[in-house]
């Protein structure tokens, strides 16, 4: 009975916080996440209750805010293993037990490479490799992500002074924008490896332009003064616009592989492709296809007008030493034809 009440208030509370109400002459609209915990004839003190509330709203608002999710005994459990993974991934980064890895990006029509992507990869002891989307979203929620970045960054800079003629390309979270001293942290970890800005490109997804422009431009306008480059990731994967592209002033363009996947499966997939190298061109932004798996891939996104190619057709991320390999392997002498 209580728990048919719970939801019944639950439900009255989020349709009272769904309309808009006025607070003097202006317009609110809030949104709000509950979290309601049950004891049945009072087994439970209140400040286990409150906790187990507390846990079941955090839950909530992980599922996408504006609901109300009851408390259930998984939600512990999960909460430890989250905690554990957190105390894990900061031991790793302290004690230097994330690895680097490179894929190598080629140019389209020479198919030599022009630069390689650093992605940061952990070996969990007693557990294995972890998917960088879960430790690193672990890495953004519990405040490790300026550590790891910073710590990739490092990495990748330092197996890059081996490569002098290639474009270094890192991944910024979105998070690390909200450090007022990112950009000086990235000229001191260029600077101690003897990199010129003009080689590094950043790369970032669009989430952040979206909900926070201004801050976003500001960081941006930050980064492009110390001399590096802005990349925008994984394009069409989400909901950026034209007016994104025009308003932060991107280096480049990065097409997500969700793009290119669909041309297998043909229909409008081609026209919008080609529709969005345009967009991007039209802008003077040239554009990176990710994702090439084969070479009828390749040809369609070479025709589109992607100047490079990122994929597994080409390479693998792979450690530092075999990249140092196959740049090797490409420098055999060109001979050249002189025309008078």
Aim: with cysteine; charged share 25%; aromatic share 8%.
């Amino acid at each position: 009975h209580a728990r048919i009440e719970g939801r019944k208030l639950c439900d009255d509370l989020l349709s009272l916080f769904s309309e808009p109400f006025m607070i003097g002459t202006r317009v609110a609209a809030i949104g709000c996440s509950i979290g309601p915990a049950v004891s049945k004839g009072g087994d439970i003190d209140g400040e286990e209750l409150l906790r187990r509330a507390d846990m079941a709203m955090y839950e909530a608002k992980e599922n996408g805010r504006g609901r109300y999710m009851a408390y259930e005994p998984y939600m512990d459990t999960r909460r430890e293993e989250k905690n554990q993974l957190e105390a894990d991934l900061k031991y790793a980064i302290e004690h230097d037990e994330i690895s680097v890895v490179f894929q190598p990006v080629v140019n389209t029509l020479t198919r030599r490479i022009s630069g390689v992507e650093a992605l940061a990869r952990w070996n969990r002891a007693g557990y294995g490799p972890v998917s960088p989307d879960v430790f690193i979203a672990a890495a953004e929620s519990s405040g490790l992500i300026d550590q790891l970045g910073l710590a990739v960054l490092q990495k990748a800079c330092h197996a890059a002074t081996e490569w002098p003629h290639v474009k270094l390309a890192v991944n910024v979270s979105p998070v690390q924008f909200r450090n007022p001293f990112f950009a000086a942290q990235v000229l001191s970890i260029l600077e101690e490896h003897d990199i010129p800005p003009a080689r590094v490109m950043l790369e970032m997804t669009e989430g952040y332009f979206i909900h926070h422009p201004e801050r976003a431009g500001t960081a941006i306008e930050k980064l492009k003064q110390i001399g590096v480059s802005i990349a925008l990731d994984d394009f069409g994967s989400g909901f950026a616009s034209i007016g994104y592209l025009r308003r932060f002033g991107f280096n480049r363009m990065k097409i997500d592989k969700s793009l290119v996947v669909a041309l297998d499966e043909g229909g409008r997939s081609l026209e919008m492709l080609t529709a969005t190298v345009a967009l991007a061109r039209s802008l003077g932004i040239p554009v990176t296809a990710e994702g090439i798996e084969t070479e009828d891939q390749a040809a369609i996104l070479q025709l589109c007008g992607c100047d490079e190619l990122q994929g597994y057709l080409f390479a693998k991320p792979m450690p530092a030493d075999e990249v140092t390999t196959m740049l090797a392997q490409q420098e055999t002498p060109v001979r050249q034809l002189k025309v008078s």
